[in-house]
């Protein structure tokens, strides 16, 4: 436990206090604290999640079709339970419920599973699968459901926004990289509590405001920068713009090629690891900066995420477990309450960063239950053979 300690958890809470550092006496501007969140999301996470997905097998997927079928609807259904209860708890958008059950309901299974669950059970196939399972589901199932939420509540807005009331900016209009000719600018109003682009970000936010980022607008730009047109506000068009985004496509494309058979060479691995490994580091730092733009205070939200995230999910899974049958393997009963009550995934808080989409709530969730997961942790390990030798 003590290893744990000493080599998982201190080291994330050194580099998240680094990156609230780095934020608070401003080492990186706004725009640079957005490159590193595009960095993580958009290139470092789907390298990382497409290795550790890839080199799986359908074996693995067949293996245990119990747990597999526990994970997969464990652990969506529990992502789905946390974005209801927070809009219904907290009265909180749609956007804001899915950022929020992205951290509270989805464990960080690819920074830490390895690192917590081999010390304790050991590095064999049963906890590979453990964690191969968990972390698909989490990466391939959770992350696009939470992105097609985001940009139905981000249509919604734009739907309801009155373009009567706004905001007057310049922007700088996009240019081709070879074009020499000065910048040229526009005159733009942004209408009242309407998401915006990254251009019409950066022009509010050289007024000091600070505005949602719109989720398509951000990310889908053709070769001339200027934005394709919009799709329609369906829920199928969500989840399509979801399903593009590369953190969603990466694990989602490595699922398929395990599925039918398609194995990568291990002798490209290097090809995605040498990127993939940066994920981990800059995603904690980048966490930091989050936490840096807002002021930390414990409130019952974030304490409930806390709850959720660390005792209330694996709670619900073990019982699941239990009742399905597994009781007779508590070993791997307990494995997978291991890996479903790690901290939030830190892919949940790259997201609200990038989009401003529930910040403070989520860096403050975030923080205490890192902090709290070395509580827990102790907590879980003591009751799971109590509730081996009862059931």
Known sequence: MI????NDIIPILVIMILGYLCGKFSFFNDDQRQGLNKLVLNIALPAALFVSIVNATRHIFAQDIVLTLISIFGVTGLFLLSYVLDKVMFHRTTQEAAVCALI??????GFLGFAVLDPIYGNNVTTNLVIGI?????????IPIGLALIDQGQAKDRAKASTKNGIKVKINLPQKMTDKTPVKQKEVMIADGVPVSDIEAKALREQGITREIDLVRAEIENHEGKA????DNSTKAAVINAIKQPVAAAPLLAVILVLIGIKIPTAWDPCFQLIAKANSGVAVLAAGLALSTVKFSITKESLWNTFYRLLLTPAIIVLVAYLCGMGSDPEKIAMLCMATALPPAFSGIIISSRYNIYVKEGA???????????????FWIWLLPILASVF
């Open 228 to 231: 394709k047109k919009e799709t």
């Open 364 to 378: 403050n969730s975030v923080a205490i239950s890192t902090v709290a997961f070395a509580a827990s942790c102790i």
């Open 134 to 142: 968990v972390s698909i589901v989490v990466n391939d199932v959770t």
């Open 3 to 6: 290893s744990i300690l000493v």
């Open 104 to 109: 509270a309901g989805s464990p960080t299974i």
